[in-house]
């Protein structure tokens, strides 16, 4: 387990070291770093001081190296547009996000879960063909336009949600929903999927023909063995959903670290936006290290296999 | 799946002459056909209907802002699908947003695909530190929330249509690159790569001519399933203000022009998203089917 467990940490860190690699590398990919520095109206003499500033001045490789120490102390730099360090600018946003996620992540399992099932267990059946269509066009909606499509009736015509912001339950809905309804439609073709194979295994049939009742067999038998794809897909979505659900959360104006991105790129804020790509792979790589350890833990299989990916 | 029964099929007789195609077993399912023939609707009004619009889809007329769809002429002119806020023909705009979707789609996938391919063919064959190096380079780009890439890509690159095209290579290459190592991994070892090695033929002879036309049918399903992904990110970014910038029209743009008006133009929003809608869905359909028929094996891969 150790072992395992050692293999995977140094993954991460390999990973965000090479994040943080790239996000350099975008900084510098343009041949001057200074000009995505500073705002539009800035002077010859403002940019002298932030390339002095910023050591810009000084060779590559030193500016590399101390961009990676720079982040690894926790500092991302200094916003522009509001006067305040980009990291308690994330800080201040990474709760609406994490409250988001949360609530989608729910949508999703609970959605994606009982469509996947009720597909399954009734193969062939309209119920079976009706839920793939759901889920077909669930992965074919553009979120920001089934979420405007939500707010007109929902928002407007019924007026039962509020349109947009950060508030109560009430507001979490509709964009919970949207977020979380995409990746219900992929669990729930997933679900679907691996839930079929296991349904046609030989201790699913020996379960029945010794009488179980069909939930026992449904619920303790074949989902239990079904969920591991299923929960690996959960585990990298609910760290997509962390990392910023840009799409949705701009369009519910939701004060999260998505849309906090974007409103950095539209207000040229380069360090803000370096910063929520630094701070959205590192919460990914951080659930996904989590949900694998969690997986070690449930199947003792996976401890001893080759590095999972 | 595999038979719970004893009674073992005898296999299939082949006919070869009269084999089915995989085109043939592709079309020949319900989802593969009504994949295709929106696909067939959705080039045709794009790279068709889309070079004689009704109006210049940039033309202003602020006589009539606002006006819903409707058969009847209002001024002088029918507009089918009704105008926006400066009075512009939303069917015009639809047509030549559209064509603009599906280039920039058919620009970015094979771009990324050859990129992808390279990168995975030669890391995957030769191995070595070019190998670990880049494959961590895929990990930690993977690791970066794929719209949230895009938007840090934007803010370097700027916007525009040169630039969103760039953005959604860089931020489409790794998954190809990542499946196409895993295999040549394994194709590397077969026999025929084997043998071929022992008649002396060069690394480039053997990539070329055994290991490539055993990657592409997972490149063909790969690239169709990127499809409708690429139209949704350009869209989306658009949709942000970080894609295609006026005057050019786009579906995603036309959704946010919407966005203040949703109050009492639900059609300004409703009608591109269709679009949109039955674009990906096109692409959603013919890609299942495609993976079904040329490579079962990535089965729940889910999308690049």
Do not use: C
């Amino acid at each position: 387990m150790s072992e395992y467990l050692v293999r995977r940490l140094a993954f991460s860190l390999t990973a965000m070291l090479g994040v943080i690699t790239i996000v350099f590398a975008l900084l510098h990919v343009t041949g001057d770093p200074a000009a995505l520095l500073v705002t539009q109206d800035a002077t010859r003499q403002d940019m002298e001081r932030i390339r002095h500033a910023y050591g810009l001045d000084q060779p590559l490789s030193v500016q590399y190296a101390r961009f990676v120490e720079r982040v690894v102390r926790g500092d991302l730099g200094y916003s522009y547009r509001q006067d305040v360090p980009v990291t308690e600018l994330i800080a201040g946003h990474l709760g609406a996000t994490f409250e988001l996620a949360l609530a989608s992540l729910a949508v999703a399992i609970v959605l994606g879960v009982a469509l996947g099932m009720a597909a399954a267990v009734r193969r062939g059946s309209g119920i079976d063909a009706a839920a793939m269509t759901v889920a077909l066009f669930g992965t074919s909606m553009p979120s920001f336009w089934l979420g405007l499509l939500l707010i007109i009736v929902f928002g407007v015509k019924l007026g039962w949600l509020p349109v947009s912001g950060y508030g109560g339950l009430d507001h979490l809905i509709m964009p919970a929903f949207v977020l979380g309804g995409f990746y219900a439609a992929q669990v729930s073709r997933l679900t679907r999927t691996s839930l079929l194979e296991v349904l046609d295994q030989d201790y699913i049939r020996t379960g029945r023909a010794k009488g179980l009742r069909a939930h026992v067999v449904l619920f303790k038998h074949a989902l239990r063995n079904a969920a591991l794809p299923v929960l690996t897909v959960l585990g990298l979505s609910f760290g997509q959903m962390l990392g910023g659900a840009v799409v949705v959360e701009s369009i519910f104006a939701w004060p999260g670290m998505g849309r906090l991105a974007v409103q950095a790129v539209l207000g040229r804020d380069f360090p803000v936006v370096q910063g929520a790509a630094i701070t959205g792979a590192a919460v990914f790589l951080a659930v996904n290290l989590t949900v694998d350890l969690v997986y070690g833990w449930v199947d003792p299989r996976l401890r001893s296999a080759g590095q999972q990916a | 799946m595999a038979g719970s029964t004893l009674v073992f099929e005898a296999p299939a007789s082949r006919r070869s002459p009269g084999r089915r195609s995989p085109l043939r077993r592709l079309l020949r399912s319900p989802s593969g056909a009504v994949g295709a023939a929106l696909l067939a609707v959705v080039l045709a009004a794009g790279f068709g209907l889309s070079f004689a619009t009704p109006y210049d889809p940039a033309a202003q007329n602020l006589s009539i802002p606002v006006h819903p769809p409707s058969l009847a002429a209002v001024r002088g002119g029918v507009h089918l699908l009704g105008t926006d806020q400066l009075g512009r023909d939303i069917l015009s705009r639809l047509l030549v947003g559209l064509r603009i979707s599906l280039l920039v789609a058919l620009a970015v996938v094979p771009l990324s695909m050859l990129l992808g391919l390279t990168i995975g063919m030669v890391t995957g064959y030769r191995g070595g530190w070019l190998d670990v190096a880049l494959m961590r380079l895929v990990d930690a780009q993977l690791s970066i929330p794929t719209l949230l890439l895009a938007v840090a890509v934007v803010a370097v690159l700027g916007t525009g249509l040169a630039q969103i095209v760039a953005v959604l290579v860089v931020t489409g290459w790794p998954g190809y690159a990542r499946v196409v190592r895993a295999e040549v991994l394994s194709l590397r070892e077969r026999e025929f790569a084997a043998a071929a090695r022992a008649v002396g033929a060069s690394d480039g002879r053997i990539l070329a001519q055994h290991v490539l036309p055993n990657v592409l049918p997972t490149m063909l399903v790969l690239g169709t399933l990127h499809l409708p992904v690429v139209i949704i990110f350009e869209a989306a970014l658009s949709f942000l203000g970080l894609g295609i910038q006026p005057p050019t029209p786009s579906l995603g743009q036309m959704i946010a022009g919407a966005q203040d008006l949703v109050w009492q133009a639900w059609w300004m929003p409703t009608i591109p998203g269709i679009a949109i809608t039955l674009v990906v869905l096109a692409f959603n359909l013919l890609g299942d089917r495609m993976r079904d028929v040329l490579d079962p094996r990535l089965r729940g891969l889910g999308p690049v």
